[in-house]
Structure formats: structure tokens, C-alpha cells
């Protein structure tokens, strides 16, 4: 009982993986919002990055999971975003420069590069590589490197989370994570979670409702041990995340998730 709060991936998922439009889950917004649920953006991306799209849709009081679930950002908070503390990344970029792996960084492109395997215009790559918390980028070795590579980023406390496009390195945090942590600010909740990459996963898993968004650019995701309340859409992006929004709004009782006084 409680709030509806739906937490949602971007890329590939709210997101077109190729446009970055948004606009066929419009109506779902609308009526998200008209039921008082919160929507919540959960992405790899950074706060910088995520704050214009947070305000295009008008998404206040909710917060903001940030890099991959390393961090929050409350509502108050958005308007404000800055780079801040960096420390985690440049310890990260640090340990990269040790073990000279054959992994390239966004902290190795230049804001043109970023663009390029992005897709992202030259503004929204500056933002991209604002980081504060997590390395994204592109593993250049042989596939059967890459197991050494992530038992060498373990042994210096670093994971390797594999998402839609990116593998992305962190000290720890995860969406799931950070879903708890919104969850004690804004619950009791019944929650909806949409993905589409092995990120989301934990996510996905652990709302009440989860929803796995068609990936036709990466490796999907397999059959979760709750995969009776899991929902699997035949449209890829904000197309079928739209779909099964509207779905589950139609299954979910009204009175399950209305917004508390």
C-alpha cells in the first residue's frame, strides 16, 4: 500500500536506444502522474546529464538514482547538481592508469569520442562526462581478457556492472541499492520497475512489479526466480515502456499505490 513509485532506466528503455526520444511514453507520464505515483530516473548517467530531462518532465518531489545506483539525488537537490566530490572517480581512473588494460574510458575521450559512440550532440556529451562516481566505457581486448580484467578491478574494491551499451566501474552502489534508500524516504510504496540490461536486473527483481524492456542492441536479460510477476515486453523503448506502464496501471487496484495525504 502507499505511493506508486516506478523507477525507470533511461537508455533503451525510456529512452530509444538510437534518438534518446522519449516522447511515446508521454501519455503513460501523464497518467503516472494523475494516479500521484512518483517516477523515479535510474540511470547510468550523471546528475548534470540527468537534470534537463528530470525538469522537461516535471518529475518533482521524486528524486534521481544517479552513475549506475552509486548515488541519489533528492528533488531539492536538482536544481543545484554540480560535479562535487570527485575522489571516487579519480581513484578510480587511477587504478585504470595502474593496470593499463586495453579498456577505454569516458575520462580517455575527449567530448568529441564521448559523442561519437554515444550518439549523444556535443552539449549532452559534456554533461556525460561530468562524472562524479563511475567510469563507463568500451572494453577493447579479447573477450576472454575480460574475466582478468574484473578480478584485477575487485582486488582495488571496483566492480564492473555490464548495462545496455557501457561497462561501468565503480566502488559499489547499485540501483536496487538505491532504490531502498528512495524507499525510506517515500514509502511505504508498491513500486514498478522498468529495464532493459543486466544492470537493471537486481531492480527489476526486487519491485513488487518488474518490467523487462525488449533489447535488441545488447544481451537482454534471462529468466529471473520471480519471473511470474515479471512482465516482458514485444516493443523495444519508450514504445513499450508506454505499453506496459498503461498495463499495470489497469491491473493495479486504485487504491494500491495512491498517494498518501
Do not use: C
Amino acid at each position: 500500500m502507499g505511493r506508486l513509485i516506478v523507477f525507470s532506466d533511461l537508455d533503451g528503455t525510456l529512452l530509444d536506444h538510437d534518438t534518446y526520444d522519449f516522447s511515446p511514453a508521454l501519455p503513460a507520464i501523464a497518467r503516472l502522474k494523475e494516479r500521484g505515483a512518483l517516477l523515479v530516473l535510474a540511470s547510468s548517467k550523471t546528475a548534470r546529464e540527468m537534470s534537463p530531462l528530470y525538469k522537461a518532465l516535471d518529475l518533482s518531489p521524486a528524486p534521481m538514482i544517479v552513475e549506475n545506483g552509486a548515488s541519489f539525488v533528492r528533488a531539492e537537490q536538482v536544481a543545484g547538481v554540480s560535479v562535487g566530490e570527485m575522489d571516487s572517480y579519480h581513484k578510480i581512473r587511477m587504478v585504470l592508469a595502474q593496470l593499463q588494460a586495453p579498456f577505454q574510458g569516458f575520462g580517455d575521450m575527449t567530448v568529441a569520442e564521448v559523442s561519437a559512440v554515444t550518439g549523444l550532440p556535443t552539449e549532452a556529451a559534456t554533461l556525460a562526462k561530468a562524472r562524479q562516481f563511475t567510469e563507463p566505457g568500451l572494453w577493447q581486448g579479447a573477450p576472454d581478457a575480460l574475466p582478468a580484467f574484473e578480478t584485477a578491478l575487485a582486488e582495488h574494491g571496483i566492480s564492473a556492472r555490464h548495462g545496455g551499451r557501457f561497462l561501468t566501474l565503480s566502488f559499489g552502489g547499485t540501483k536496487a541499492g538505491q532504490m531502498a534508500q528512495v524507499l525510506k524516504d517515500h514509502g511505504p510504496a508498491t513500486t514498478i520497475a522498468l529495464g532493459d540490461a543486466p544492470n537493471d536486473a537486481e531492480m527489476i527483481a526486487t519491485a513488487d512489479y518488474g518490467v523487462v524492456i525488449r533489447n535488441d542492441h545488447g544481451p537482454g536479460l534471462p529468466a529471473f526466480e520471480t519471473e511470474d510477476r515479471i512482465l516482458r515486453t514485444s516493443l523495444p523503448g519508450p514504445t513499450g515502456w508506454a505499453d506496459a506502464v498503461m498495463r499495470l496501471l489497469d491491473q493495479i487496484p486504485k487504491d494500491e499505490g495512491a498517494r498518501l495525504g
